[in-house]
């Protein structure tokens, strides 16, 4: 067993969470659509997670839609004391699989309910507001209305905390002078580094940064540099890319996604990956080439 303790903790909201933790999004059936190809595997990767030592399990309702919550349901509950669920609201699918905008008021109103009720909790500890100005990437846009409905959430005690996803700094300075804001998620990976600054400026202020598609999401990494690296290393290129990151920045968590067991335990392994400083420089060189 991998001690994942030894990568380090930071603090989300009211807990302090290692930074090694699970990124339930790959538990959906294909296209994050309909249930799992192996109910029985899914709940087995979440037990395993949480074997480990995971106390920070990222999610959504609109994940299957709702499959990976009652999953963890199913999997984990009634829950560890430790454990951390993240969960976000701002859209939902169409009927084909695509991924809709939700940011009514109802709408919002509605996620936080449902998200309550497939997870079987009272209190969600966080909850993300997933902008959707761009599906793919962060775009300029006022989040004052959705974010005023999820702290007034927040104020009649159905959500802990508030993190923000897919956001622009404007958009988090925003969202700062209506919410206390503990997270951001947004896209970020050694070949995709556009929130360098940002990750720093929220380092400096305490807050995490959760990358999502830290092994590049639908598209794994390929990097002919990753993998001399990590042969080298006597490591995978995943557990090379995770290693990485956990040296970029402090306040960086992580929530890799997988379905598999196997790739749980080697993601988790990638805490106890010791990257030099000849290493690092060669790595930050793949997003210059890219
Ligand atoms: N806020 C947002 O907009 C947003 C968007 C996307 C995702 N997320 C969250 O971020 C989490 C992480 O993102 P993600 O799961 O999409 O992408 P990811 O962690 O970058 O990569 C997941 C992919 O890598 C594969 N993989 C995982 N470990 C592996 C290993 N050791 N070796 C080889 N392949 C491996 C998985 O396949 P296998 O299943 O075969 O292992 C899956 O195809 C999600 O689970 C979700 O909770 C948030």
Redesign the pocket.
Known sequence: MSDIQQAGTFTLGSHTVKRLG?????LAGPGVFGPPKDHDAALAVLREAVAQGVDHI???DF?GPHVTNRLIREALAPYPDDLVIVT?IGARRGADGSWLPAFSREALTQAVHDNLSNLGLEVLDVV?L?VMFDTHGPAEGSIEAPLTVLAELQRKGLVRHIGL??VTAAQIAQGRRIAEIVCV???Y?LAHRGDDSLIDDLARDGIAY?P???????N??QSSTLSDVAQRLGA????VALAWLLRRAPNILL??????V???R??LAAGELVLSDNVLSELDGIAMAA
Do not use: C
């Open positions: 699970y990124g339930a999004m790959q990222d999610t959504s994940y976000k993300n997933r996803s897919n998620q947004n896209q990976n959760v999502f598609f830290p092994l590049g999401g639908f794994p990494l995978t290129s995943m557990q929530i890799p996604g997988t379905s598999s196997g790739h749980l080697e993601n």
